[in-house]
């Protein structure tokens, strides 16, 4: 069986990939100012989909998915926010 620590590790990791995976799309936006490409749907339902994992993580008390849908959730938010403001002038429409 796994050692505790090694499966937060490799959940550390594989979570670490998946929130900096974000960070280009987050700075094409901002940088561009324009997210004509980027699906506001997509973008609300991946958010849900990380919120959930959030609060699964809370509930087995696992650090790894805790800390890794955090910072995932808040780039997914910021990416959200600003498709709205560059993309549909300030409404979230979906």
């Known amino acids: ?15 670490s990939c998946t929130t900096i995976s974000l960070v280009p799309q987050l700075l094409r936006i901002w940088r561009a100012k324009s ?9 609300s339902i991946f958010g849900t989909g990380i919120l959930l994992w959030l609060v699964y ?9 805790i800390a890794t849908n955090a910072g995932s959730l808040v780039l997914a938010i910021a990416i959200l926010v600003l498709s709205a403001r560059y993309q549909h002038g300030g409404r979230i429409g979906i």
């Open 1 to 15: 069986m796994m050692e505790r620590w090694v499966a937060e590790l490799i959940g550390s990791l594989a979570g």
């Open 35 to 43: 997210a004509r490409d980027v699906s506001l749907t997509m973008f």
């Open 57 to 65: 993580g809370i509930v087995v008390g696992s650090p790894a998915v």
